[in-house]
C-alpha cells in the first residue's frame, strides 16, 4: 500500500509554524560538536510532546527512535545536531545567543526536519521500520559518524537517506545525484626544520624554509592532473604557515597545513605517495629536516545508484528535483555509506539575497518554507522506499 502524497502533504504543512519556531530555538541555542548537551535534550522533549520515544541513546548526545512495524528491512534517516565555531553577524530575531558559536552550516534544519519527518511518520501506516537518528560532532574530525556507527547505529538498516541545505539552490528544489557526492577529506600537516636559524642578508648560509615551503607548495599545487587523470578532481589547498618572529632572521623552523580532497581513491592515494616521496627528496635536496603527516580522514560520500534512481522516479512528479555537480566539500555522512547504501540529498534554501550566503558564512541563513518541502519530500520517499 502507497502512502498518499496528499497525505503527507497535509500533514507536513500542519507542523509548518511549529518546525520554524523548533529552528529558530535551535539557531539561538547552538552547541559546538561533542557538547550539544541541551541542543539533544531538548529534540528528546519535543519528540516526548509528540508521544514518540527515543529507542536507544548513542555517542554522548546522539540517539535515535523507532517508527513502524518490526521488519526485516530499516530505513533510516540521518541528521547532524552540531554548530560551528563562527560569530553570527545576522540582524534577525533568532541570531544565535552564544558569542562565537552558531548554526552557519544548517544543522539546526537539518535536526528540525528529522523532528518533523518523525511526527509525519508517526502519523501514517508505515510499510517498514523506519529508524530516524540525531548524530553529534559532524563538523569536527574525528567526527561523530564512526562512533555512532560503533555504537550499533547502523544495526539492521538496508537503506540510508539524509540532506544537506544548499544556498546556491532555489529554496523548494531538492538534488537527487547518483555516485561522488563529496570528495575525501585528509588533513595535511608539514614541518621543516633547519640546523640553525641565519641572517636575512646572508641565506646563502643558511637554509631559507620560507623559499623551500614556498617552492614545496607552488609544485604540489601542480600535481593534480599531471600524476592523476585529469577526469578525477582533486584539490589541495594549504591555508596556515607558522614561520618566524623577526623580520631580519630567516626561521629554523616552519609549519604549513591544509587539506587534500579527491573524488577517487586512486587520484587520493596517488597524491599522498607522491607528496610523502617529494617531502623526502625535498629534505635530502636541501639538507633540512622535512616531515609530512596526514591527520584526520573522511571518505567521500557515494551515492547508491538504485537508491538515486527510485527516489528521483519517485519524487520527481511530485517536487522539485534537480541534478548538481559532485561537491569538493567534505561530509561525514560518507562514513555510513562505505556500509549501507545510501541517498544524500540536497535541499535548496535560497529565496533573495539574505538566504544566498555561503554554508559557513557569518551571514548564512536559510529560506525557511524550504523546512516544509523538505519534511514533505523525505517524508514520502522514507514512507514509500
Not at 497535509?10 to 509554524?17: D, H, T, V
Not at 541555542?29 to 541513546?57: C, F, H, M
Request: overall charge negative; glycine content about 6%; aromatic content about 8%.
Amino acid at each position: 500500500m502507497t502512502i498518499e502524497w496528499q497525505e503527507v502533504q497535509q500533514l507536513s504543512k500542519n507542523l509548518e509554524s511549529y518546525l520554524i519556531e523548533t529552528r529558530r530555538f535551535l539557531h539561538r541555542n547552538p552547541e559546538l560538536s561533542w557538547q550539544e548537551d541541551r541542543t539533544s535534550a531538548y529534540l528528546k522533549a519535543q519528540l516526548a510532546s509528540k508521544g514518540i520515544e527515543v529507542k536507544k541513546e548513542l555517542s554522548d548526545t546522539g540517539f535515535y527512535i523507532e517508527l513502524g512495524p518490526d521488519t526485516k528491512e530499516v530505513l533510516a534517516w540521518r541528521a547532524d545536531i552540531d554548530a560551528l565555531a563562527i560569530q553570527d553577524q545576522k540582524t534577525v530575531g533568532y541570531k544565535s545567543a552564544f558569542d562565537g558559536i552558531a548554526h552557519l552550516c544548517g544543522h539546526d534544519a537539518h535536526s528540525t526536519i528529522a523532528l518533523g519527518i518523525a511526527c509525519v511518520l508517526s502519523q501514517v501506516e508505515l510499510k517498514k521500520k523506519v529508524r530516524i537518528f540525531w548524530q553529534p560532532a559532524e563538523e569536527v574530525s574525528p567526527s561523530g559518524a564512526p562512533k555512532m556507527i560503533e555504537a550499533g547505529v547502523l544495526e539492521g538498516v538496508t537503506k540510508l537517506f539524509a540532506l544537506h541545505v544548499d544556498p546556491t539552490l532555489d529554496s523548494g528544489k531538492m538534488a537527487i545525484n547518483a555516485g561522488y557526492e563529496t570528495a575525501s577529506y585528509d588533513a595535511a600537516y608539514v614541518n621543516l626544520k633547519a640546523p640553525s636559524t641565519a641572517h636575512s642578508a646572508r641565506p646563502h648560509l643558511g637554509k631559507d624554509l620560507i623559499w623551500i615551503a614556498s617552492g614545496l607548495i607552488q609544485e604540489w599545487y601542480g600535481l593534480a592532473g599531471r600524476i592523476t587523470d585529469a577526469r578525477d578532481a582533486a584539490v589541495l589547498t594549504f591555508c596556515k604557515m607558522e614561520a618566524g618572529t623577526a623580520i631580519n632572521v630567516i626561521p629554523d623552523v616552519l609549519h604549513f597545513s591544509g587539506t587534500l580532497r579527491c573524488v577517487s581513491n586512486q587520484a587520493r592515494e596517488a597524491l599522498k605517495k607522491h607528496l610523502m616521496l617529494s617531502a623526502a627528496y625535498t629534505g635530502n635536496l636541501h639538507g633540512i629536516e622535512v616531515q609530512l603527516e596526514f591527520g584526520s580522514s573522511c571518505p567521500a560520500i557515494k551515492n547508491d545508484e538504485t537508491l538515486a534512481q527510485a527516489a528521483t522516479q519517485l519524487l520527481s512528479s511530485r517536487a522539485k528535483i534537480v541534478k548538481t555537480r559532485q561537491s569538493m566539500g567534505a561530509e561525514d555522512f560518507a562514513w555510513y555509506t562505505e556500509s549501507v547504501p545510501s541517498l544524500f540529498l540536497r535541499l535548496g534554501t535560497r529565496n533573495g539575497d539574505a538566504t544566498a550566503w555561503p554554508l559557513h558564512h557569518s551571514l548564512f541563513d536559510i529560506d525557511e518554507a524550504a523546512i516544509q518541502t523538505a519534511v514533505q519530500n523525505a517524508s514520502y520517499l522514507l514512507a514509500n522506499s
